[in-house]
C-alpha cells in the first residue's frame, strides 16, 4: 500500500496477516518454511527455530570451532530448545534441510571442550521470555574440561552431575544460593548421602561419586552464605 491510509484499515490489515500467519502455521504444524519462520524470528524465541539456526552455524563452523579450542558461548534459551527437542518423538531433521539437522549439534557437544552459558536478566529482547526459568540439560556434552555459568538459575540446571569424570574447571557466577545446588544436586532427593569414599558412622542411604577432575572451582558473585560439605574431592586446589 502506498500513501497515507486510515487507522481503521491498517489495523484491518493487521488482522487479515495475523489470520493468514495462523492458517500457514496450521498448514505446516511441524516446520514452517524457513522464509516464514524468519519473518516470525522463529531462529530468536521457537524450540525448532533456535536449534534448526544453531544447526546450520556448527554446520559450517562446528568443526572450525572445534580444533580452534575455542570457548564456545551458549544461552540459556538454546540449551532449552536442545533439551525439548531431544524429548520429542520425530525426526531430528523435520524441516527437510540437512544443514538444520539436530544432529549436528549433538556432534558438536560431545566433542566441546569449552562452554560459556550466559543468561539474560529479565525478558528476551522482544519476547515475554524469561531465562532463568527455563530447564537445560547438559549431559549433552561429553568432554567438557571447563564450563562458566553466569545468570542463570541453578535450580533449572539438570546434568551438571555427569561433568563429573571430565570438568577441570567449574566458574558459576550469579547464579545460586548454595554450592550444594551446583555441586550435589543429586542430594536434594536424598538428605541421607555421602560422598564417594568418605567415612562415615551414620546411615546412608545414597553415596553420591565426587567430581574425580576438578581442581579448580570459582563459585564468587553468588548468595552463598558458607562453604558446605557439598566441596569435596581430592583434586580440588582452587577455591574462589
Known sequence: MIGKNSK???????????????????????AAPKVLSCFLHFHQYEVNGITAALAEELFHKGEQLLVAGEVFTLCPLQLYAITQQLKLAKP????????????????????????????TRGEVGTSNIQEDSLTFDLSVFKALLQIEISDCNSAHIMGLPSLKPCLV????????????????PEACESPQWVAEGAPTDCP???????????????????????????????TLTTLL
Open 8 to 30: 481503521s484499515l491498517v489495523e484491518k490489515r493487521q488482522k487479515e496477516l495475523e489470520v493468514y500467519l495462523q492458517t500457514l502455521l496450521v498448514r505446516f504444524p511441524t
Open 169 to 184: 574447571t567449574l566458574s558459576v557466577h550469579h547464579s545460586a544460593a548454595s554450592m550444594m545446588d551446583v555441586l550435589v
Open 204 to 234: 546412608v542411604t545414597t553415596i553420591i561419586p565426587t567430581w574425580k577432575t576438578l581442581t579448580t572451582l570459582d563459585m564468587s558473585h553468588n548468595h552463598i552464605g558458607c562453604i558446605d560439605n557439598s566441596v569435596v574431592g581430592d
Open 92 to 119: 531430528t531433521c523435520s524441516n527437510g534441510d540437512a544443514k538444520a539437522d539436530l544432529g549436528h549439534i549433538l556432534d558438536f557437544t560431545c566433542r566441546l571442550k569449552y562452554l560459556k552459558i550466559t543468561g
